[in-house]
């Protein structure tokens, strides 16, 4: 008994292309009896590796507006392709390799102060690390953290660093 696979591929010009092939079922411990996986697409991804290595170039060299018509997919797709590829990719790669002068700062991204904590490095400048930071001040107030004396005044408050007062 066999099922059939079908997979988005990349356009050729303005025809928008799929593979398709009968592949076996199978017994699975984990999933049951499912189709049988093929080495050109992830298993119940419904594009192809190409596809998907596509996607997230586009992703992170245009608009989200270009690669959504380029590829004609929803941006919710284009999130859940670049989610698969980097989980592939980011094992092999390290991503603190070279890094010799770092940058650390922390941005506001919305209303009600929430921050991000953000890591580049400066000789390239790429982004290292990035997460959501604290929505809190470390201090109880700015009067306890600020000047030059602060580390004297409460051993357990940080020091008062240009580009911010939290905690690294």
Request: contains cysteine; hydrophobic residues 35%.
């Amino acid at each position: 008994m066999c099922g059939e696979r079908r997979a988005r591929s990349p356009d050729c010009g303005l025809i928008r292309t799929f593979v398709e092939a009968e592949t076996p079922r199978v017994a699975c411990r984990e999933l049951g009896v499912t189709v049988a996986a093929v080495p050109w697409a992830r298993h119940r991804a419904g594009h192809t590796y190409s596809f998907d290595q596509t996607v997230a170039w586009l992703a992170t060299h245009t608009s989200k507006a270009a690669t959504c018509e380029l590829m004609r997919t929803a941006w919710r797709t284009v999130g859940a392709i670049v989610e698969r590829v980097w989980a592939d990719t980011a094992p092999a790669r390290d991503p603190l390799a070279g890094l010799r002068r770092i940058g650390i700062d922390e941005i506001s991204y919305k209303k009600g102060h929430k921050y991000l904590t953000v890591v580049v490095d400066h000789d390239s400048g790429r982004l290292v690390w990035a997460a959501p930071a604290a929505t809190r001040p470390p201090c109880p107030s700015s009067s306890t953290c600020s000047g030059p004396n602060a580390a004297r005044r409460s051993p357990t408050s940080p020091r008062t660093r240009p580009g911010g007062s939290r905690r690294w």
